[in-house]
């Protein structure tokens, strides 16, 4: 007896904003997959709405291709999809994609973590030939976290120091991010805490400080990688 598999019913993301112009950019990104490509699946409405585009693709090109995804949700979508998946630790991913919250028109330098999987995400990208970061015009900003706070993934013990560090760095606002409809904080792919956190000053140096505190697991921000973005 086969189990019940209603993943792409649970997983599909709700009221998908500017999907039109969504849509076209799955369809960008779906052009670039190559037979016995490795890629970086991300997160998201947009990768979402792409790796739709890409099992398409799959089917019709009768594809060979293994995806790296960065979370639940996008492995639960490449299982229903039947794409099949591997671990950063069993193969090194080609290229990838995905989304992001906040990107600064001036630099590349964008924000990403609203769903709780930055350091996959990261991985993924630290790794990566290249990541196609796919993005609607909402996104783009004169400034970062002046609208989306930057999240920091912290271990759970660790939560009153980081904060104290982060305040000395200049932060203005550290707010543990809590769970709607669950009592207690959102946890992360790798069972840890969040700090939605607000800055004064975007500077060239905020990542590796933030990253240089102990506790901190990993930040939302993300400068100076290779990637670039599609809209």
Known sequence: MEWINNSMQEIQPKNITNQEQKEKIAK????????????????????????????????????????????????????????PTASILEKKPDWGFDGADEVDKNNNWIIKGRGAAMFKEKLNMVNSGITYILVDDSKFVDKLNEKMPIPIEVYPEAVNSVKEALLDLGATECILRKAEKKDGPVFTENNNVLLDTKFTEIYETLEEDIKSITGVIESGLFMEYPIEVLH
């Open 28 to 83: 960008q990104i779906a052009k670039k997959v190559k037979d016995g490509d490795i890629i970086g699946f991300g997160s998201g409405s947009t990768s979402y709405l792409a790796i739709k585009e890409i099992a398409k693709k799959i089917e019709q090109e009768e594809l060979n291709i293994t995806a790296i995804p960065t979370s639940y949700e996008t492995k639960a979508l490449c299982y229903a999809l039947k794409i």
